[in-house]
């Protein structure tokens, strides 16, 4: 199974002020995205992918709608590199 990494791990954003992939630098216009599976930072072209991926709720979390009616494992699609 595919499992998304936490935000606490996230690249910082002042680390970053172009693209490592294409070397786009960083702007208004140009906005950094985090990719899911690494963590790394790159600009929306070389993020363009999309990972689908199974996400079991959490039993803690008593606010959301599948907490409360029971639902299984739910699907999102995740920006990847």
Same mark, same amino acid.
Do not use: W
């Given at each position: 199974? #595919? !499992? +998304?990494?936490?935000?606490?791990?996230? *690249?910082? @954003? @002042?680390? $970053? #002020?172009? %693209?490592? $992939? =294409?070397?786009?630098?960083?702007?208004?216009?140009? +906005?950094?995205? !985090? %990719? +899911?599976? =690494?963590?790394?930072?790159? =600009? @929306? /072209?070389?993020?363009?992918?999309?990972?689908? $991926?199974?996400?079991?709720?959490?039993?803690?979390?008593? @606010?959301?709608?599948? /907490?409360?009616?029971?639902?299984?494992? *739910?699907?999102?699609?995740?920006?990847? %590199?």
């Amino acid at each position: 199974m #595919i !499992h +998304r990494i936490p935000e606490s791990e996230f *690249q910082a @954003d @002042d680390d $970053v #002020i172009e %693209c490592p $992939v =294409c070397r786009s630098e960083f702007s208004l216009f140009t +906005r950094k995205h !985090h %990719c +899911r599976l =690494c963590g790394l930072i790159f =600009c @929306d /072209s070389c993020t363009a992918y999309r990972i689908d $991926v199974s996400t079991e709720p959490d039993p803690n979390e008593r @606010d959301t709608i599948a /907490s409360l009616f029971g639902l299984g494992a *739910q699907s999102e699609s995740l920006r990847a %590199c």
